[in-house]
């Protein structure tokens, strides 16, 4: 039997999260949300469009009665940016729990573990929900923590790489260190790496190319959604240790002609 | 008179309110937060704020992100 999966005392029936990014048209982003089975998605803060206000507004496609929504801070690169943008969410209606992004490097996308303590600190005395994007580092994820952080969320490798889990035993120490929810974020390239993230002891996945980027991103939703479940399974089954060489599983005794 | 929309220069007949700025440029008060020089404000001062001549304003919405 599982446990619910619950951040900062709120329930999600699903562990998968998805992105809203990317997407060739708002249409599919909701067909894919769908199929996805996801009830929390992430959104990102950015300036209205003032030229064209033909463009119809990302939120008419998505159920906020039945989706949650977890605005970003993507592409902010010190802590006084990742505050401002998270305050503007709040103040444009998205809530106040944020998916703290800090990024340290333009080319890795990889996080700024200092500006990124720092900004979780500022916000939660704020009263935000912070769940930061983090480095597979089970140190840096310890002081989010202690920083007061509502979840974890190391990456699985960089943002839109599609490499999978690049440090598998990582992700399976910052689950053991952790009192609060990890979510593998970012890096997941098709099933069998969420599924993988999933069988590490992660609570939770959340991806966004892998999903916009396919070939059929409704598709690549539903198998999403198959490959968390699949794989949180299969953790709370506990598998079978491995062993170089093998064990029959039919009986040895009673064979014929012997 | 001229303001700073979102980091672009914006002609303005006269000073107006956030709600009125907001009307004239057809967005839906609700989906948006907006920084008047540097300083979020309030939704529930949209009505209030008025723009002045120089003043730097930014509106932002939700958006596609990961």
């Known amino acids: ?258 | 008179m001229q303001i700073t929309l979102n980091g672009e220069r914006f002609e303005l007949e006269r000073p107006m309110t956030m709600l009125d700025l907001l009307a004239r440029l057809d967005i839906d008060p609700r989906r948006v937060a907006i920084e008047h020089n540097l300083e979020i404000i309030r939704r529930r001062t949209f009505e209030s704020a008025v723009v002045q001549e120089g003043d730097r304003v930014e509106i932002v919405n939700a958006v596609g992100g990961g």
């Open chain 1, 1 to 258: 039997m599982d446990t619910p999966f619950v951040i900062a005392g709120r329930t999600f029936r699903s562990r998968l999260i998805v992105g809203t990014g990317k997407y060739s048209s708002h249409t599919v982003m909701r067909q894919a949300h769908e199929a996805s089975g996801a009830d929390m998605v992430t959104v990102a803060v950015r300036r209205v469009n003032i030229s064209d206000r033909s463009r119809e507004s990302l939120l008419d496609y998505i159920d906020e009665k039945r989706i949650f929504l977890l605005p970003n801070t993507a592409g902010c690169y010190t802590a006084d940016e990742a505050i401002r943008t998270a305050k503007l969410g709040r103040e444009a209606g998205l809530g106040d729990w944020v998916k703290l992004e800090e990024i340290g490097d333009e080319r890795t996308l990889f996080p700024d573990n200092e500006a990124l303590i720092e900004a979780t600190r500022a916000l939660v005395k704020d009263g935000f929900v912070v769940l930061p994007y983090t480095n597979d580092d089970p140190i840096a994820c310890r002081k989010l923590e202690e920083a007061g952080a509502s979840a974890v969320m190391p990456l699985g490798a960089p943002i839109g790489s599609g490499l999978g889990i690049q440090n598998a035993n990582n992700i399976r120490i910052i689950r053991e260190f952790s009192k609060v929810p990890v979510i593998v974020d970012a890096g997941v390239g098709t099933a069998s790496d969420a599924a993988l993230a999933m069988e590490l002891g992660a609570d939770g996945v959340l991806m966004n190319t892998a999903i916009a980027g396919a070939g059929q991103p409704v598709q690549m939703a539903e198998s999403m959604r198959h490959a968390v479940i699949a794989g949180r399974l299969a953790y709370l089954s506990g598998r079978i240790p491995r062993k170089m060489y093998a064990t029959a599983s039919s009986p040895v005794e009673g064979m014929v002609g012997r």
